[in-house]
């Protein structure tokens, strides 16, 4: 089978730091793919290297067999490729209604929009009573919702998540699992950065491993779960 998405020994440089090093990864259709590694390793930079929002100085990134290595981000979303960012980067000014409308800019075909909000408030009903609060109001568990919301709704093919659990009550990280667990159902494709990673490799099909900006470990997520180099990527970290 191809590759939904294949990087090609990819670098990713801010000026002097170079976050990733070289790296290869290549993920199928419909796969579920943990990537882990201790703060500073360079995971939410490969994350922004795949949708545009950080450059890339070296190696090539091809989505569905297209060369996307120098699209913007603007360009990808219709593409299909989202990414929930780390953080909760929702709009503080805007309401919960805005700031999903946001993620479906690219989304032309009025009854797609419609069709994607009423599947964002099933999944979270409480941003549905909550329509038109603010979305800075909103408590912190509340604000990740939306931010995965927003990504879902130019329903994405490729979708990463940058610790999408990162600071919330256990409940919601479950149904945040739970949620991962049935789009992966309806067929996205998603890429997985958790610092929960007993949670990340028991819902993953495979796994990768950073350290220091370069993979030192993969395999399926049973073997990772096993091995020492897992251990080892977080204590030997900078
Ligand atoms: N915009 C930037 N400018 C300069 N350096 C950056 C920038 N973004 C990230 N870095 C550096 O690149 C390295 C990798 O950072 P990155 O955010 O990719 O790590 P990470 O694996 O996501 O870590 P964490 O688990 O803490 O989120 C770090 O040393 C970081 O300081
Ligand atoms: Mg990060």
Sequence with gaps: MTSLIELKSVSVSYDAVNAVRGIDLSIKD???????????AGKS??????????????????????DITDFSS???????????????RVFATLSVEDNL??????????AQIKAAYE??????PILFERKQQYGGTLSGG????????????????????????????????????????LLRQQGVTIILVEQNVSMALNI????????????????????????????NAYLGAE
């Design 101 to 110: 409308m946001l993620g479906a800019y690219s989304v032309k075909d009025k």
């Design 142 to 181: 509340q604000q990740q919702m939306l931010a995965l919301g927003r990504a879902l709704m130019c329903s994405p093919r490729l979708l990463l998540l940058d610790e999408p659990s990162l600071g919330l009550a256990p409940i919601i990280v479950e149904q945040i699992f739970e949620l991962i667990a």
């Design 45 to 66: 930079s490969t994350l922004n290297a795949i949708v545009g929002l950080a450059p890339v100085s070296a190696g090539k990134i091809i989505f569905d067999g297209t």
């Design 74 to 88: 603007e360009t990808l979303a219709p593409l299909g490729l989202t990414l929930s960012p780390e953080g909760r």
């Design 204 to 231: 993953a099909d495979r796994g990768y491993v950073m350290a220091s900006g370069k993979i030192v470990a993969h395999g399926d997520a049973a073997s990772l779960s096993d091995s020492t180099t897992l251990e």
């Design 30 to 40: 419909g796969e579920i793919v943990a990537l882990l590694g201790a703060n500073g």
């Design 119 to 124: 599947r964002v408030y099933e999944l979270f």
